[in-house]
Every structure is written in C-alpha cells, then in structure tokens.
C-alpha cells in the first residue's frame, strides 16, 4: 500500500507559478514510477507528467513539455511538479498517482494503483 497526500495548489493569474508537492508512505517510494494526471471541469483525467524510479527518465505531455518539470525526491520520499508560464486551460485538479506494479511510466491512468486526493489549481486569465 501507498499513501499519496498532494500540495501546493491555488489560485494564480496567468503567467505566474506554482509548485506542487506529492508525498508518499507505506512503501518503498525509491523503487516505483511517479505520476501527475489532472482533471478539469467536465473533462476526463489526462496525463501531464511522469518519472522513473530513479528520476533518471522523465516524460511530459505536449501541453506542458517547456512549461512543467517533474522532479523526485527519494530521500523525502516526494516527487514534485514545478508549473511556470500557467495558462488559464492548466486549471484543473491535479493528482499523483504511484506505478505499484513495476510497470514504468505509463499515460495512461490505468497504469498506477494509488492516487492522491487531489489538489486545485486555478490559473485566471
């Protein structure tokens, strides 16, 4: 089991920054791939960012390659999401989710066993 608690969301205009946190415990968080997904209002959850165990692989999507950075702690056992150059469409929920299975980084929500509950972000125009 793997218990997933996010942070760092809010309210920001366009163009500002934010930095989310995701926590983890239960496990050994140093042997699994980490993800971050978002929802928006009336839209399914979709991937934005993932990273390998190590943090030696990252992938983004293409929404948010140059604007986003995926980054892990280990030793914290936190991975993170620095948002720069926000944009009114990134307001959605945003969630972590943990790979239990050894399957890698994958796009797909199906690919990760453990969520967290989620934190907002709203970016205003």
């Known amino acids: 089991q793997v218990q997933l608690v996010e942070s760092g969301g809010g309210l920001v205009q366009a163009g500002g920054s934010l930095r989310l946190s995701c926590v983890a415990s239960?496990?050994?968080?140093?042997?699994?791939?980490m993800a971050w997904f978002r929802q928006g209002p009336g839209k399914e959850r979709e991937f934005v960012a993932g990273?390998?165990?190590?943090?030696?692989?990252?992938y983004y999507a293409n929404s948010v390659k140059g604007r986003f950075t995926i980054s892990r702690d280990n030793a914290k056992n936190t991975v993170y999401l620095q948002m720069n150059s926000l944009k009114p469409e990134d307001t959605a929920v945003y969630c972590c989710?943990?790979?239990?299975?050894?399957?890698?980084?994958?796009?797909?929500?199906?690919?990760?066993?453990?969520w967290g509950q989620g934190t907002q972000v709203t970016v205003s125009s």
């Open positions: 239960g496990r050994t968080f140093s042997s699994i791939a």
């Open positions: 990273i390998s165990w190590s943090g030696g692989r990252t």
């Open positions: 989710g943990a790979d239990g299975a050894g399957r890698g980084v994958t796009t797909s929500p199906l690919g990760y066993d453990y």
